[in-house]
């Protein structure tokens, strides 16, 4: 029988990454997934074994912040989904913290894929590389671009820092170094866990679901399923047309207080009423001085931001669940993990 394709998939241990890693495996890749702390190996295969069959899953170290294991890692491998990079729940205050770690470990991520001879690479950037740092703007496609300014925070900083310095490395290779690049550009992730351990972005349903917010602010934001973000990077792996591109990766805008509604009406009959009363912005403003995660929403009251992902269906056929299973399954998901 023919070896199976290898691919590597950095920050094995991460939400996405294990999405990602699931479809690899049950497409019949082997997978060998990067990790910084390789103690989680163990954990991560018995996480993934209730969804895959893992035979064809190794685990290599590499760390963003050192040189030291790309190379091996990405040893004969055909294709490189650099989807590591750091997704703090807080944000520091020195936004280097983020920006470093982000923008020269997808640098270091580039130069062994380009050193290993893969054929292409798929980064993971985000829609927070492209909507932030524009006054007033409200729609957006895959032309625009956050602009790096103090107040879109570290995390939009460190993603369009990382995802422009990326697009600059692979544009200026020479032929005989070249890969082929696309990245994919979420918008905010939510949807089922393959391990208790969930990203940032899980935050939002989980403070909800377990009723540590008193209501929601005015803030909206798009959405995405875990499992259409898995399937767009497979695509963006795979498709003749995808090389070059960048693509948004949103399924719809939703304000917190709609996904508030339905998780109620979800699970509020199973014992967890969700409060679902729109806080005046005064209240989010006083809180968010002395609460560092809600200080990072107060920018983004009332705003309505529309994250254009046509480039995405039309050229890689991408289709997306309806939201109101994927508010559902997170909910679900949290429940059955204990998370809750
Ligand atoms: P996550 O669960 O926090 O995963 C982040 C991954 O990056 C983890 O595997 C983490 O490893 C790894 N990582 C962080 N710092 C590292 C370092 N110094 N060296 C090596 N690995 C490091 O977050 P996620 O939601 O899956 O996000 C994955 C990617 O998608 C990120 O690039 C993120 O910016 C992007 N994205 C996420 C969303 C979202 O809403 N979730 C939206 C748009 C884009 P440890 O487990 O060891 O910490």
């Given at each position: 029988m023919a070896e199976p394709i290898r691919v590597a998939v950095t920050g094995a241990s991460g939400y996405i990454a294990l999405h990602v890693i699931a479809e690899l495996l049950d497409g019949g890749y082997a997978v060998r997934g990067t990790l910084r702390d390789m103690a989680r190996g163990e954990t991560i295969r018995a996480a993934l074994s209730r969804h895959t069959e893992t035979s064809n899953l190794e685990f290599a170290p590499a760390d963003l912040t050192s040189d030291d294991g790309w190379d091996e890692a990405f040893s004969g491998c055909e294709y490189v989904l650099h989807i590591a990079s750091p997704l703090p729940i807080v944000e520091p205050k020195n936004h280097d913290e983020l920006i470093i770690p982000a923008r020269d470990g997808a640098l270091r991520a580039l130069g062994a894929a380009s050193r290993a001879g893969v054929k292409r690479v798929v980064m993971t950037s985000s829609v927070a590389a492209i909507g932030y740092g524009h006054e007033g703007k409200t729609d957006f496609t895959e032309s625009d671009w956050s602009v790096v300014l103090p107040e879109i925070g570290?995390?939009?900083?460190?993603?369009?820092?990382?995802?422009?310095?990326?697009?600059?490395?692979?544009?200026?290779?020479?032929?005989?170094?070249?890969?082929?690049?696309?990245?994919?550009?979420?918008?905010?992730?939510?949807?089922?866990?393959?391990?208790?351990?969930?990203?940032?972005?899980?935050?939002?349903?989980?403070?909800l679901l377990a009723r540590e917010v008193p209501g929601c602010p005015k803030f909206g934001i798009g959405l995405v399923d875990v499992r259409d973000v898995a399937t767009a990077h497979i695509a963006a792996m795979t498709s003749p047309v995808a090389?070059?591109?960048?693509?948004?990766?949103?399924?719809?805008?939703?304000?917190?207080?709609?996904?508030?509604?339905?998780?109620?009406?979800?699970?509020?009959?199973?014992?967890?009423?969700?409060?679902?009363?729109?806080?005046?912005?005064?209240?989010?403003?006083?809180?968010?001085?002395?609460?560092?995660?809600?200080?990072?929403?107060?920018?983004?009251?009332?705003?309505?931001?529309?994250?254009?992902?046509?480039?995405?269906?039309?050229?890689?056929?991408?289709?997306?669940?309806?939201?109101?299973?994927?508010?559902?399954?997170?909910?679900?998901?949290?429940?059955?993990?204990?998370?809750?």
């Open positions: 570290a995390y939009a900083s460190s993603k369009t820092i990382a995802e422009r310095a990326a697009w600059d490395y692979v544009n200026a290779l020479p032929g005989d170094r070249a890969f082929e690049f696309v990245t994919i550009n979420p918008s905010l992730v939510i949807g089922p866990l393959i391990d208790p351990d969930g990203s940032a972005s899980i935050e939002v349903v989980r403070k090389p070059g591109n960048r693509y948004i990766c949103n399924t719809e805008f939703r304000w917190l207080v709609e996904v508030a509604r339905q998780l109620n009406r979800d699970f509020g009959p199973r014992g967890y009423p969700v409060a679902t009363r729109v806080l005046p912005n005064f209240v989010v403003r006083l809180v968010g001085l002395f609460d560092k995660a809600v200080g990072r929403i107060v920018p983004e009251l009332d705003q309505h931001k529309n994250y254009d992902s046509a480039a995405i269906r039309r050229d890689l056929n991408w289709r997306t669940r309806p939201m109101d299973e994927t508010v559902k399954d997170t909910g679900e998901s949290l429940l059955a993990l204990n998370v809750v």
